[in-house]
């Protein structure tokens, strides 16, 4: 079955722009996650959705915002980039609570 | 606040030999922890699970136990491979009983395992 799948791999963007993320988590899974990964702060979870609807949200600025759709793809969207937004973007499905989590490839944003 | 702490940013041991790596956790009450293994550029892969009721696990040459009461988990590799190099990641669930799967990362471990 086919895993989790993040587009695109990679980004660059120019501060001030905005820029939207996708995520088409393992078929059936209905939880989707998403997390930032510096090499400073490592991974820090952003939120998570489930079912069209956020379940929970890191600490992390208004900025940063997302959605799921009713087929569990997901989206993040980050306006008013700033340098300190480049990172790898990681996406995560999980089946149920309590479960492993299945990460995508990332999308690797660049903020020039 | 809560933290956690894995035990060296790098680790480098033998092939053959046993890695031990170590997740110590403040002020949690995870009802389960997981390892994770990540390679450079790529995202991280579940490795094990182990509940807050259960002292260990094993999966081939994996082992991890998990200590409520120090608060810490131990993560073995036994006669390990060059391949087994990467870093490794401890998570906790940080729900709180709640309906959801919000996990909090450790730093990180790199393995670097010597032929």
């Known amino acids: 079955k086919a895993g989790v799948t993040q587009t695109p791999r990679y980004l660059i963007k120019t501060r001030g722009q905005q820029v939207t993320l996708s995520c088409s988590p393992i078929s059936g899974h209905r939880s989707v996650s998403w997390y930032q990964q510096t090499p400073g702060q490592g991974l820090q979870f952003l939120f998570e959705?489930?079912?069209?609807?956020?379940?929970n949200k890191g600490n992390f600025p208004g900025r940063f915002s997302g959605r799921q759709f009713s087929n569990s793809r997901s989206e993040m969207n980050v306006s008013t980039l700033e340098l300190g937004d480049s990172a790898l973007y990681l996406c995560?499905?999980?089946?149920?609570?309590?479960?492993?989590?299945?990460f995508g490839q990332g999308t690797r944003l660049t903020v020039v | 606040s809560q933290k956690i702490e894995q035990n060296s940013e790098a680790l480098n041991i033998q092939e053959g030999k046993t890695a031990t790596l170590t997740c110590n956790y403040t002020?949690?009450?995870?009802?389960?922890l997981q390892w994770y293994r990540q390679d450079p550029g790529r995202g991280p892969v579940f490795l094990l699970l182990?509940?807050?009721?259960?002292k260990e696990k094993r999966k081939e040459r994996l082992k991890v136990t998990f200590d409520t009461t120090l608060k810490q988990s131990l993560f073995h590799i036994t006669a390990s491979q060059p391949a087994d190099s990467a870093t490794y990641l401890c998570a906790l669930d940080n729900s709180n009983g709640g309906a959801t799967n919000k996990l909090i990362f450790g730093t990180g471990t790199l393995l670097a395992v010597q032929p």
């Open positions: 182990i509940r807050e009721n259960e």
């Open positions: 002020n949690y009450s995870p009802a389960y």
């Open positions: 995560a499905s999980n089946r149920d609570r309590d479960a492993e989590a299945f």
């Open positions: 959705y489930f079912s069209e609807t956020q379940r």
